[in-house]
């Protein structure tokens, strides 16, 4: 029988993959006004998102291919194949940003000389890729004991930890309080940077469809789905808000850096209340967190780009589950290209511009899913449901008149993360960096488009 798995179980497994530490140090660069973004994020894309996916989910309860599966049964197989295409694609280069922060922090700790130390990130990358890889082959029991367990420790536990600390070095040592938090520190002026960097903040809020795989592994996935979507959306949004008021307490923004940022704030705490050795242990926990993330986001790539496509394009070598249920081929292959992506991008000149090239390949291809299945959510309540079909026993709230809002704020929200990084290229090189905003998309789209056709010819 199959295993199944609770609401619990998916919150934190939204928790592990969407919450992440090293998203603080980035809002609190921004100061007090950076918690307005994160509302604002929340609001104009990860609520209406997660009533989407949640009503996807009840509609589609049975459906194993997740977020590629609903755009099948909406727009068909050709639109869903390029769809699951361009999520397998961003989220291979994804993954090594992933894994590459949980590097960055242990060497901190060991030696920081070696955060920028190639040899020593790229083999921590690859590495635990492959122990992940290993561990979600065992099956869905052992990744729901990864997602709750490395949810715990390495994303609420150093939230709380960096809050306590906080507080006591502002109510206890009265530390003076390194952030201006005036009123008007407060407002963002939304310049070209603050919309950029709402834009940022709208992709570190992303992913809310990765558990939509393990829908038919819950024990009412109708109700349960629906229920563990918007918890997951109001915990973290919440533990955003909290973390980076708590870093803002213990440093001033201008102080803290995007990479080593949480680790350096908590061991800067530690330090002035005399236990300097307890942001070791937090490292730890950000390290396991980060790899936990990765595991989580691995089998739900694949299972959503497996279980959502026609065979003809899939084949049945990657089709082929194991005893577990697990399509254990097709993660083997996915960790083997992730492996040889990190040794290429491994001859840049350093870690940080590894990071950035891995993150602007990721984005658009994403956010371009995003709207495809937002649209593909118009076309369910305004013509699908028309006739009392496909229809959940959850939808999202205030009718079609709601749906229609859900559709607009998150589909210019999305619309809008795709086009402003076109146009911030920063201190980048404007021409190698829009090759690969804009060429990457493209090439990817030719490639899916062949394999297509090749199917087609093949089939025919």
């Keep these: 029988m199959r295993v199944k798995i609770k609401v619990s179980d998916i919150v934190f497994m939204n928790i592990v993959t969407l919450l992440g530490i090293r998203w603080f140090a980035t809002a609190a660069q921004y100061g007090p006004a950076s918690v307005i973004l994160w509302g604002l994020a929340s609001l104009l894309y990860f609520v209406p998102m997660s009533f989407i996916f949640a009503e996807f989910g009840s509609v589609f309860s049975e459906y194993k291919g997740g977020l590629v599966d609903w755009i099948r049964c909406v727009y068909g197989e050709k639109t869903a194949f390029i769809s699951g295409w361009f999520y397998l694609i961003c989220n291979i280069f994804y993954f090594p940003t992933i894994l590459t922060f949980g590097a960055v922090t242990v060497a901190y700790v060991i030696d920081p000389a070696l955060t920028d130390n190639k040899l020593f990130i790229t083999s921590f990358v690859i590495i635990f890729f492959w122990v992940g890889t290993i561990i979600n082959i065992k099956g869905v029991k052992w990744i729901a004991f990864v997602g709750k367990y490395g949810g715990l420790l390495g994303n609420i536990i150093p939230i709380i930890v960096a809050l306590i600390l906080a507080v006591i070095l502002v109510a206890v040592f009265r530390n003076p309080v390194p952030t201006d ?107 396991i967190s980060s790899i936990a993330g990765a595991i989580i986001w691995m089998v739900g790539n694949v299972r959503m780009f497996i279980d959502g496509n026609d065979d003809k394009y899939i084949g049945k070598f990657l089709k082929k589950q194991n005893i577990n249920e697990i399509p254990s081929n097709a993660l083997i292959l996915q960790s083997l290209v992730v492996t040889l992506i990190v040794l290429a991008t491994s001859l840049m000149k350093s870690v940080e511009n590894i990071y950035i090239a891995l993150i602007v390949m990721a984005t658009i291809p994403m956010f371009i899913v995003y709207l495809i299945l937002i649209f593909a959510f118009l076309k369910l309540k305004f013509k699908m449901q028309k006739d009392g079909k496909f229809m959940g026993s959850y939808s999202a709230p205030w009718g079609k008149a709601g749906a229609l809002v859900f559709f607009l704020i998150a589909g210019i929200s999305t619309l809008a993360t795709i086009i402003i990084p076109i146009f911030s290229p920063g201190d980048n090189n404007v021409f190698i960096y829009e090759a690969e905003v804009i060429g990457g998309p493209i090439i990817f789209l030719v490639i899916a488009l062949l394999i297509m056709k090749r199917a087609n010819k093949k089939t025919s």
């Excluded at 940022?200 to 349960?224: C, H, Q, W, Y």
């Excluded at 440093?251 to 330090?271: F, M, R, T």
């Excluded at 242990?281 to 950000?286: C, D, G, K």
Aim: charged fraction near 15%; proline fraction near 5%.
């Design 181 to 287: 938090f005036s009123a008007v520190k407060w407002i963002p002026d939304f310049d070209s940077a603050n919309l950029l960097f709402l834009a940022t903040l709208t992709f570190a809020m992303s992913g809310g469809e990765i558990t939509s795989p393990f829908v038919a592994d819950l024990k009412n996935p109708r109700k349960d789905f629906a229920k563990a979507t918007l918890i997951s959306a109001a915990v973290i949004t919440l533990c955003y808000i909290i973390g980076t008021i708590a870093f803002t307490l213990i440093l001033n923004p201008s102080e803290i850096g995007a990479a080593s940022g949480p680790i350096d704030v908590i061991a800067q705490a530690s330090k002035k209340v005399h236990i300097a050795w307890f942001a070791d242990i937090i490292a730890v926990m950000i390290v």
